[in-house]
C-alpha cells in the first residue's frame, strides 16, 4: 500500500521519551482517511492509477462540473484529487477509505510540504553571506551581497546569481523520515525530527522511495540490550 500517499496537518511539535532516557523530537501530523474515487485501468488510459479524495468540502464551494463528478460516482465531495500509478488495481475498489494502517508494515516515509514564507529576505539571511567588513571603508552597505558580474564584458548578471529576493513558501520534500509511532484510533502519526512548514500546513505522507538499511531507534535499543546480554569472550 506504500504506491498511495496520505495527506495530514502538522499539529506541531513534542518529543518522546524512551526507557533508556533517550529524548527524540516529533513532529506531530493528524491524518485523515482518503477514499478511493476512481479506478484507472490500463486499457482506457494506458496506465494503471487510482485517484484518491482528501478533506471535506461545502457543496456551494463546487463548481457545476465537479457537483455532476461526485454524485456520478456516487460520494461525498473531496476537497482536494489525487493520482497515484499503481502495479495493481484490483486491490482498490471505489469507496474504500484507507488510514494510517497503510504505514503500519513501514518504517521510513518520505513528505512533501510548503516552508515557512520569510517574505522578501536580503542576501545574507537567504543564501548564509557574510557580508561586507565592519570598517575600512565600507559605508552604509555592511549587509549587502557584494559585486553581481563583471565589467563590460559580459555586461550582465548571471541567470541564478544568489541575490536577495523573497525566501520560503516553496515545497521541500523530506525523505527517509522515521516513524515513532502512530496513533489509528486519534489519526495521529509522529515522526522523527522537523517537517518544512508552519503549523496547520498539510503535508503528502508516502512510503519511502528508497531502499533504507539503517536502524530505528527501538532497533538499536533493542541491539544495546543485546549486546549487554551476550557475555563478552575471555581474553587468552
Do not use: W
Not at 521519551?17 to 477514499?35: C, I, M, N, S
Not at 486499457?43 to 465537479?66: E, F, P, T, W
Not at 494502517?101 to 520569510?118: A, C, L, M, N, P
Not at 505522507?205 to 532497533?219: C, F, H, L, P, Y
Request: proline share 2%; glycine share 10%.
Amino acid at each position: 500500500m506504500s504506491e498511495i500517499a496520505l495527506i495530514g496537518k502538522k499539529i506541531g511539535m513534542t518529543r518522546e521519551f524512551y526507557k533508556t532516557g533517550q529524548v527524540v523530537p516529533v513532529t506531530v501530523l493528524k491524518v485523515e482517511k482518503a477514499r478511493v474515487i476512481q479506478v484507472i485501468e490500463e486499457d482506457k488510459r494506458g496506465y494503471k492509477a487510482v485517484q484518491l479524495g482528501y478533506g471535506k468540502i461545502k457543496n456551494s464551494k463546487l463548481s457545476k462540473s465537479m457537483k455532476g463528478f461526485f454524485s456520478k460516482k456516487n460520494t461525498e465531495a473531496k476537497k482536494k484529487l489525487k493520482e497515484y500509478r499503481v502495479s495493481k488495481t484490483e486491490d482498490y475498489k471505489e469507496g474504500n477509505e484507507f488510514g494510517l494502517e497503510i504505514f503500519k508494515d513501514i518504517k521510513f516515509v518520505d513528505t512533501r510540504s510548503k516552508t515557512i514564507g520569510k517574505g522578501f529576505a536580503g542576501a545574507m539571511k537567504r543564501h548564509n553571506f557574510g557580508g561586507l567588513r565592519a570598517t575600512h571603508g565600507v559605508s552604509v552597505s555592511h549587509r549587502s551581497h557584494g559585486s553581481t558580474g563583471q565589467r563590460q564584458d559580459p555586461g550582465k548578471v548571471f541567470k541564478g546569481k544568489k541575490m536577495a529576493g523573497h525566501m520560503g513558501d516553496k515545497l521541500r520534500t523530506m525523505q527517509n523520515i522515521e516513524i515513532i509511532k502512530t496513533d489509528i484510533e486519534n489519526e495521529l502519526i509522529y515522526l522523527k525530527g522537523s517537517i518544512p512548514g508552519s503549523k496547520n500546513t498539510e503535508v503528502l505522507i508516502k512510503g519511502a522511495v528508497k531502499n533504507i538499511k539503517k536502524m530505528t531507534i527501538d532497533e538499536k535499543i533493542k541491539a544495546a540490550e543485546l549486546a549487554k546480554k551476550t557475555p563478552d569472550k575471555k581474553k587468552k
